[in-house]
Protein backbone atom coordinates (compact mmCIF):
# COMPACT_ATOMS: atom_id res chain seq x y z
CA UNK A 1 0.00 0.00 0.00
CA UNK A 2 1.18 3.44 -0.90
CA UNK A 3 1.35 5.91 1.99
CA UNK A 4 3.19 9.24 2.99
CA UNK A 5 2.62 9.81 6.61
CA UNK A 6 3.29 12.74 8.56
CA UNK A 7 4.79 13.00 11.48
CA UNK A 8 6.09 15.91 14.46
CA UNK A 9 3.11 18.39 14.69
CA UNK A 10 2.11 19.65 17.91
CA UNK A 11 1.31 22.99 19.91
CA UNK A 12 4.03 25.77 19.76
CA UNK A 13 4.60 29.11 21.09
CA UNK A 14 5.22 32.09 18.44
CA UNK A 15 9.16 32.18 18.02
CA UNK A 16 9.50 28.32 18.62
CA UNK A 17 10.13 25.36 16.43
CA UNK A 18 9.03 22.43 14.64
CA UNK A 19 10.36 19.63 12.25
CA UNK A 20 7.71 18.36 10.49
CA UNK A 21 8.81 14.15 8.59
CA UNK A 22 7.09 12.43 6.11
CA UNK A 23 7.66 9.23 5.51
CA UNK A 24 6.91 7.35 2.62
CA UNK A 25 6.06 3.42 2.51
CA UNK A 26 5.15 1.20 -0.15
CA UNK A 27 6.98 2.96 -2.86
CA UNK A 28 10.56 4.88 -2.97
CA UNK A 29 10.14 8.91 -3.06
CA UNK A 30 13.71 8.82 -5.17
CA UNK A 31 12.97 9.91 -8.53
CA UNK A 32 9.48 12.06 -7.18
CA UNK A 33 9.04 15.47 -6.60
CA UNK A 34 7.98 16.30 -3.36
CA UNK A 35 6.62 19.13 -1.47
CA UNK A 36 4.58 20.28 1.58
CA UNK A 37 1.09 22.25 1.40
CA UNK A 38 -0.71 23.66 4.65
CA UNK A 39 -4.39 24.46 5.27
CA UNK A 40 -5.87 26.81 8.18
CA UNK A 41 -8.92 27.50 9.49
CA UNK A 42 -11.87 28.18 7.12
CA UNK A 43 -9.22 29.00 4.56
CA UNK A 44 -7.59 27.21 1.36
CA UNK A 45 -5.03 24.59 1.03
CA UNK A 46 -1.90 26.56 0.04
CA UNK A 47 1.35 25.44 -1.08
CA UNK A 48 4.13 25.72 1.44
CA UNK A 49 7.41 24.57 0.12
CA UNK A 50 8.65 22.23 -2.74
CA UNK A 51 11.88 20.66 -3.64
CA UNK A 52 12.65 18.62 -6.96
CA UNK A 53 13.49 14.58 -6.95
CA UNK A 54 17.54 15.18 -6.72
CA UNK A 55 17.10 17.97 -4.30
CA UNK A 56 19.00 20.89 -6.43
CA UNK A 57 15.74 22.76 -6.47
CA UNK A 58 13.34 24.15 -3.71
CA UNK A 59 11.30 27.23 -3.55
CA UNK A 60 9.37 28.79 -1.01
CA UNK A 61 5.54 30.70 -0.10
CA UNK A 62 6.97 34.10 0.51
CA UNK A 63 5.46 34.12 4.20
CA UNK A 64 7.61 31.41 5.08
CA UNK A 65 11.22 32.35 2.86
CA UNK A 66 14.15 32.58 5.53
CA UNK A 67 12.01 30.74 8.20
CA UNK A 68 11.43 27.56 6.63
CA UNK A 69 13.63 24.83 5.11
CA UNK A 70 12.16 22.02 3.01
CA UNK A 71 15.20 18.88 2.97
CA UNK A 72 14.94 15.23 1.91
CA UNK A 73 16.92 12.17 2.60
CA UNK A 74 16.23 9.39 -0.20
CA UNK A 75 17.83 6.96 1.43
CA UNK A 76 15.94 7.17 4.19
CA UNK A 77 12.49 7.64 1.83
CA UNK A 78 12.24 10.94 3.90
CA UNK A 79 11.08 14.40 3.40
CA UNK A 80 11.49 16.88 6.31
CA UNK A 81 10.02 20.60 6.66
CA UNK A 82 12.25 22.49 9.24
CA UNK A 83 10.25 25.03 10.41
CA UNK A 84 11.51 28.27 12.66
CA UNK A 85 10.34 31.70 13.90
CA UNK A 86 6.93 30.12 14.00
CA UNK A 87 4.39 32.67 13.63
CA UNK A 88 0.51 32.18 14.67
CA UNK A 89 -0.52 32.28 10.68
CA UNK A 90 1.23 29.30 10.59
CA UNK A 91 -1.51 27.36 12.18
CA UNK A 92 -2.64 24.73 10.45
CA UNK A 93 -2.64 21.25 9.34
CA UNK A 94 0.56 20.19 7.10
CA UNK A 95 0.26 17.60 3.84
CA UNK A 96 3.19 15.80 2.63
CA UNK A 97 2.68 15.32 -1.12
CA UNK A 98 4.94 13.28 -3.98
CA UNK A 99 4.38 13.00 -7.48
CA UNK A 100 6.37 13.47 -10.89
CA UNK A 101 4.39 16.80 -11.41
CA UNK A 102 6.34 19.68 -9.56
CA UNK A 103 5.84 19.99 -5.91
CA UNK A 104 4.07 16.62 -6.22
CA UNK A 105 0.32 15.85 -5.93
CA UNK A 106 -0.14 12.13 -6.91
CA UNK A 107 0.17 11.07 -3.23
CA UNK A 108 -1.36 12.59 -0.39
CA UNK A 109 -0.23 12.23 3.05
CA UNK A 110 -2.96 12.47 6.13
CA UNK A 111 -1.39 15.58 7.36
CA UNK A 112 -0.23 16.51 10.95
CA UNK A 113 -1.65 19.75 13.40
CA UNK A 114 0.89 22.35 14.07
CA UNK A 115 -0.99 25.27 16.30
CA UNK A 116 1.26 28.59 16.93
CA UNK A 117 -0.34 29.87 20.41
CA UNK A 118 1.10 31.33 23.19
Known amino acids: QLQLVESGGGLVQPGGSLRLSCAASGFTLRGYNVGWFRQAPGKERERVSC????????NYADSVKGRFTISRDNAKNTMYLQMNSLKPEDTGIYYC???????????WGQGTQVTVSS
Open 51 to 58: ISSSGSST
Open 97 to 107: TAGSSWCGGAY
